[in-house]
Every structure is written in C-alpha cells, then in structure tokens.
C-alpha cells in the first residue's frame, strides 16, 4: 500500500481501497457510522519517526475515502508504528531475504500497511 519511507497511497493501494468500497457496494452495506484506519510501519527508523509515519499513513487512507464521499466526521485514524509486524527481519534473514538493504526493505513491504475497520448497517435481505 506504500512505499518505504513514504505515506503516500501507490496504485496499487488505491486500487485496495476501491475493491473495499466496491465489495461493501455489493454486499449492500449502507449508512457507514464509524471507520477506524489503523496505520503500521516497517521496523526500519526509531520508534517514533514509525509511530508517526503510521499515522500519516492511515490519514492518507482517511483522505482517499473522504474523496470518495465518506463524510470525514464518521472516520477515526491511529498508529501502531512498528509494533504489529507481519514480518521481522529475523524473518527475512532466516528465508535469506536481507543480504542487502533494499531486499531487507523489500522483504518487510508486508508490514507497511492500514487495517480498516467499518461499522454499517446492512440492508436487509430481499425476500
């Protein structure tokens, strides 16, 4: 969703984005009431440069849906920083996945993440 170092949304993570909102479409969910967006880091810079970048990154995720018409009073933004990796570096050594740098940064993508969480109503089935 982003690139090292960066809390800008690439394409692929807006393209994410549009599939959720697309699949709550399809699944009929109306009248949003809350969104969390919860961003993460990589564990790659001190705890709190990853704690706040974490958070600019879940504001981009928030700024990306208010775009689409979520209104912006419904929506809440937190980060984790590091502290809920998917992958560690022992991880990416052990799979022989960080001789360098860049495939230590490479490796640890999955960590650079948003986890959003909606509450809707959901309109009832068609009898």
Known sequence: MFAFDKAQL????????????EGMR????????????????????????????????AAAVRNYL??????????????????????TEAECKAKGQATTHSALIACLAPNRRVEVMATAL????KP
């Open 10 to 21: 690439t394409p692929v993570g807006e393209s994410r984005i549009e599939n959720m909102i």
């Open 26 to 57: 399809q699944a009929g969910v109306t009248g949003l009431t809350e969104i969390t967006i919860v961003g993460h880091t990589d564990p790659i810079g001190s705890a709190e440069y990853n704690l706040q970048l974490s958070i600019e990154r």
């Open 122 to 125: 959901q309109a009832p089935a």
């Open 66 to 87: 208010v775009s689409r018409g979520i209104p912006s009073s419904i929506i809440k933004v937190e980060g984790r920083g590091e502290s809920q990796l998917r992958v």
